[in-house]
């Protein structure tokens, strides 16, 4: 059996947020990239990182010459970007479904797949 690539989906797993913002800036920077690029682009939120997935909480600069997250995280929404919180990982936190940003959903693992779809390009941070 022959299976092709998924050349043009992106999937990347955050799994830190601001105790981690450099790390949550590549993840971004790897995410706006792929976007230019004409990717459909999701991050998956894991453990603190589903808190970026509400409005306001996204904000800083993780070191000297970075670029401001919130920038980031609002290029990443204007340009089609998914957040896409994992719902086990966001209701312990006991977060506001209701009060997710444009563009996220709460995405558990069988719907990630899904949503992956068959060689998808992943990246992990």
């Known amino acids: 059996m022959t299976t092709t690539a998924n050349s043009d989906s992106v999937l990347i797993n955050l799994s830190t947020g ?3 913002a450099e790390r949550v800036t590549v993840a971004l920077l790897v995410a706006g990239a792929a976007l230019e690029g004409g990717k459909r ?3 998956w939120l894991t453990k603190e990182a589903v ?3 509400l409005p306001g909480y996204g904000v ?3 070191c000297e010459g970075c670029p401001p997250l919130e920038r980031l995280l609002a290029q ?3 340009k089609g970007g998914e957040l896409l919180p994992c719902p086990i990982c966001f209701n312990a936190r006991r977060l506001d479904e209701n009060a997710l940003a444009q563009g996220a959903r709460l995405t558990g693992a ?3 797949w899904e949503w992956i779809g068959r060689g998808a390009t992943v990246f992990s941070y």
């Open 18 to 20: 601001l105790e981690d």
């Open 41 to 43: 682009v999701g991050i």
């Open 51 to 53: 808190r970026l997935a």
């Open 60 to 62: 800083g600069v993780a």
């Open 76 to 78: 990443f929404q204007e």
């Open 110 to 112: 069988t719907p990630l």
